[in-house]
């Protein structure tokens, strides 16, 4: 077990070994973690990036809960994370209740308990209360940061869709035919705009729950009314502070454990209740046992895989129903501590596409991410770490048959430098996909928050920004950084240099490392955006980019027009799809 941090009387731990099953229903994908009272809680987990940057600590407030004895089920909403659908199909709000009440039915059934709380964050607490509201069986809701007011909420989410937009301002954002709008690569359609903006949680027509805690934002005078309203109709209402949320779901690389949060949350759901007893599953969950969690669809199976030492590392594998003769399995590595199903879902739609091609897929969260238990004995910075190369070796023993043990490794940002070292060390690596590289080199002793916050658009792109009006009035204004972007351009100008001359003189290592994967006949793809700061390290170690098939034969670089780091929006993921479709048909070939 990894350290636990202690807040009062309870231990939050991070995610570790443990009796933890994956379970799914009614095209649902979740997490059972069981425990012996009678008390049930299912989580109902946020939306969108907010979602995606809260998983971990999602999962380690569901791992204290069943150590405080309290059966908990996590679960991902119908056409989100791991389970069946897509963000463009119709109505989504009747979806997302109906895939709650079938949640609580499923708890109910695994563990056999009497009352249900339901935690929520986020527009996942908003459509806790909701379902709460309809059903007798829950008991307690715990709202943490709720969405009182759906239209203000659209409004708010509409505002980041144009801050974090990539494109010009003559371009339309990331819409299709059904209308809506994206931020992060995560979709809402018009008509679930409108749902959406239709909920206002002051005017339900009952309390949602007998006992209620709201952890709010300090000054969030809108959850306190809700409060006030939920009382007036005989609740009984706590209110706490939550002061911790942003550093939770701002980033999935940079998430904090909110640790004080899940203490009060813990503590709160096991007050009064009896020592634990030891209750028996369900007659439903015995039915079950031995049967293996999948969702399928009439092109692929998609199942669950637990793997490496101790069983501690996770995956989802995609199985295609009618596979491609002699294609190479494909293992999907995201950034930084991006879960499994990748940014705006993407690895998700990656994997499901190329497996109704016949490819075999495995999306895989290693040590330390997503649903990935730490290795007790590894470092405790596990992004640029050599040792996690080991974590993708499992994977590969873990899938490999004889006659059948040729993979592609594709990873974007950190997965592309693992993408790459795996590569390096696995001969059975017979294509590596890199998709906006940042570093082929991490020295020991880097500071990962200081090359996050220092990390900066191509070189080019300043250039371009030079002739802006726009900049200049933001460089007038003092919003422009003015010194910290001088000196990060002055330093790759520097290393460009330096690099140049080091060539002339001898073969750099990372060249000669693309080289040897040539010799070896592992094909090598490089994608970037336009924009993307990771090709002035692709110039500094392998020079020009149109030199690339001279260097190295066996490599190609390809670039996606004016995307964002992640790969977001969804005709650059198209674009991607497409490039990833070439280079395997390419590694096909050489089979």
Known sequence: MTAAATVGVVEVESCAVSNRRPITFDGCFG????????????????????????????????????????????????????????????????????????????????????????????????????????????????????????????????SLARFLRVRGEDEPADTDEIGGFAVAGYFTADATAADLKAIDLRRLAAAPARQILLLARPGDT?????????????????????????????????????????????????????????????????????????????????????????????????????????????????????????????????????????????????????????????????????????????????????GDDRFVVVGTCSGAYLALHTALDDARVAGVVMVNLQRFIWTEGESLEVAMRTQLPATNVFAERMFRADTWRRLLAGRIDVVSIARVLARRLVTRAVAAVRRTLVVDPVVKWLQMLDRRGSRILFVFGTYDGGRDEFAAHVGAEARLPRT??????????????????????????GYLREFLETVDAKS
């Open 222 to 402: 809108v959850t306190a009314e809700l409060a006030t309203t939920w009382r007036a109709a005989g609740a009984s209402v706590e209110e706490a502070p939550f002061p911790e949320v942003d550093a939770l779901i701002e980033n999935p690389t940079k998430s904090r454990l909110p640790t004080a949060a899940w203490s009060l949350v813990v503590a709160t759901l096991t007050r009064g209740l009896d020592e634990a007893v030891s209750v028996s599953p369900g007659p439903a969950a015995m039915s079950r046992v031995g049967t293996p969690p999948r969702l399928e669809t009439a092109e692929w199976i998609e199942e669950p895989l637990l793997f490496g030492p101790e069983e501690r590392l996770f995956g989802v594998l995609t199985t295609p129903r009618r596979p491609r003769a002699g294609a190479p399995s494909v293992i999907l590595l995201d950034a930084g501590r991006i879960p499994h199903v990748g940014w705006g879902r993407g690895a998700v739609e990656t994997a499901r596409l190329l497996a109704g091609e016949g490819r075999r897929v495995l999306r895989m969260d290693p040590s330390s991410i997503g649903d990935s238990s730490a290795d007790p004995n590894g470092p405790a910075e596990v992004l640029y770490t050599p040792e996690t190369v080991t974590d993708v070796v499992a994977a590969m023993d873990r899938l490999a048959t004889p």
């Open 552 to 577: 190295v034969p066996g490599a190609r670089l390809r670039l996606i027009e004016r995307t964002d780091h992640n790969i977001g929006p969804r005709d650059s993921r198209a674009t991607l799809h």
């Open 31 to 158: 997490w059972f973690h069981p425990g012996p009272r009678r008390r049930g809680v299912v989580l109902c987990a946020a939306f969108g990036i907010d979602g995606l940057s809260a998983h971990r600590a999602w999962g380690e407030l569901a791992e204290a809960l069943a150590a405080a004895g309290l059966p908990t089920l996590r679960f991902d909403w119908a056409g989100t994370g791991d389970s069946l659908g897509d963000d463009r199909d119709p109505d989504r709000l009747a979806a997302w209740r109906a895939s709650l009440s079938a949640a609580i039915d499923r708890l109910k059934s695994e563990a056999s308990v009497d009352e249900i709380a339901l935690v929520g964050l986020r527009l996942g607490a908003t459509l806790a209360a909701e379902v709460a509201a309809t059903r007798d069986d829950v008991t307690y809701l715990i709202a943490a940061a709720p969405v009182v007011s759906g239209r203000a909420y659209v409004r708010e989410q509409q």
